[in-house]
T-cell receptor, first 113, second 114 residues
Framework: AQSVTQLGSHVSVSEGALVLLRCNYS??????LFWYVQYPNQGLQLLLK??????LVKGINGFEAEFKKSETSFHLTKPSAHMSDAAEYFC???????????FGAGTRLTVKP | ETGVTQTPRHLVMGMTNKKSLKCEQH?????MYWYKQSAKKPLELMFV???????ENNSVPSRFSPECPNSSHLFLHLHTLQPEDSALYLC?????????????FGPGTRLTVL
């Protein structure tokens, strides 16, 4: 079955620094990949998605992710962190089965002033 | 209302109570989901409904009973819960028919079982 692994349950960066959140996937079919963000006491909000078009995907709030098949990765980046980026981020994969999205365990991003 | 709404946002109940969580989607989707999100644990898929038919039940205890009367509404009926059932319960919806559809989430119901 498909799965994703998010390396690092907690990432801390300074305001203005590069944000890099790691996600590796496992899939028996070409995957569709997603990044979601969750702010405290809220649901998950879609940041961006890869659905086999361009390998570099741009999302909301200045985030982007690059699909690398050779590395089975879909890491999320943002050039300059802002205090408002502090949240939990989830990577997810689908494609093997309809209505079956698999989520990673999440990475909590802290942004220091 | 737009998107996916959930009521109530917060719920405190005793172990002998019966309560229900409600989810409504205004996106024209055909699939709806219940997830459980506990502290320090991955998101757990509980139930999936596709065109009002339950297609997935991930070994959820019978004290959780879902109901999907139509493609826009989803309920989770709760009875004789345990303290370990305290969590954030998230509802989501998506289009159906392909495997690349993203899910849209509601804000969740924070459930506390005393």
């Amino acid at each position: 079955a498909q799965s994703v692994t998010q390396l690092g349950s907690h990432v801390s960066v300074s305001e203005g620094a590069l944000v890099l959140l790691r996600c590796n996937y496992s899939s028996s079919v070409p995957p569709y990949l997603f990044w979601y963000v969750q702010y405290p006491n809220q649901g998950l909000q879609l940041l961006l998605k890869y659905t086999s078009a361009a390998t570099l995907v741009k999302g909301i709030n200045g985030f982007e992710a690059e699909f690398k098949k050779s590395e089975t990765s879909f890491h999320l980046t943002k050039p300059s962190a802002h205090m408002s980026d502090a949240a939990e981020y989830f990577c997810a994969v689908t494609g093997e089965k309809m209505n079956d999205m698999r989520f990673g365990a999440g990475t909590r991003l802290t942004v220091k002033p | 209302e737009t998107g996916v709404t959930q009521t109530p946002r917060h719920l405190v109940m005793g172990m002998t109570n019966k309560k229900s969580l409600k989810c409504e989607q205004h996106l024209g989707h055909n699939a709806m989901y219940w997830y459980k999100q506990s502290a320090k644990k991955p998101l757990e898929l509980m139930f999936v409904y596709n065109f009002k038919e339950q297609t997935e039940n991930n070994s959820v205890p019978s004290r959780f009973s879902p109901e999907c009367p139509n493609s826009s509404h989803l309920f989770l009926h709760l009875h004789t819960l345990q303290p370990e059932d305290s969590a954030l319960y998230l509802c989501a919806s998506s289009h159906s028919g392909t495997t690349n559809n993203e899910q849209f989430f509601g804000p969740g119901t924070r459930l506390t079982v005393l």
